[in-house]
């Protein structure tokens, strides 16, 4: 099974500010709807909770909270007291890929402990004012593609890529 981490982040590695996004890209948030949906999605609670609540959980997905908070729930969900708990029980499930998908915290330690297998990361070409950041990595760890670029439009404020990081063995 294929782990996946998938962000989108500002020109300064940017993720969020007061547990939100801070920009409003549709064409990027259907890319993350298609390449999640259908898959489990492991994510922290703070990150869940910063889920508009009618969009939670994510739709047909398996929404996998990691929390070390006793007696935690979250309808429909399942949670999970570790990153390493989530992606086991994707694996017992069968699933072919899971997705990381966050907050900060959660990415930070999936790379520092080696959990990811792969990257889809939206490279936003602006700065942003953010208190939540992606981690720094080591580019030379990881054979880099483009699979989509965006130009501004009226419906998205921002130029991006998509760039899939696979690591190198």
């Not at 999640?36 to 047909?60: A, C, Q, W």
């Not at 070390?68 to 390493?84: K, L, M, P, T, Y």
């Not at 017992?92 to 080696?114: A, M, N, P, V």
Request: proline share 3%.
């Amino acid at each position: 099974m294929k782990v996946s981490l998938i962000a989108a982040l500002g020109q300064n590695r940017e993720i969020g500010k007061d547990n939100d996004l801070i920009w409003h890209l549709p064409k990027d948030m259907k890319f993350f709807t298609q390449t999640t949906t259908g898959h489990f999605v492991i994510m922290g609670r703070k990150n869940y909770d910063s889920i508009p609540e009618k969009y939670r959980p994510l739709k047909n997905r398996t929404n996998v909270i990691v929390t070390r908070q006793e007696g935690f729930h979250a309808e429909n969900c399942v949670v999970v007291n570790s990153i390493e708990e989530g992606i086991e029980l994707a694996k017992f499930e069968g699933e072919t890929e899971c997705f990381i998908i966050g907050g900060g915290q959660i990415y930070d330690y999936s790379l520092k402990h080696d959990l990811a297998d792969r990257m889809y990361l939206t490279h936003i070409h602006e700065a942003f004012d953010a208190d939540a950041f992606f981690p720094k990595f080591d580019p030379e760890d990881w054979f880099c593609k483009e699979i989509m670029r965006h130009e501004k439009d009226e419906k998205n404020n921002y130029d991006f890529v998509v760039d899939q990081y696979d690591r190198k063995k």
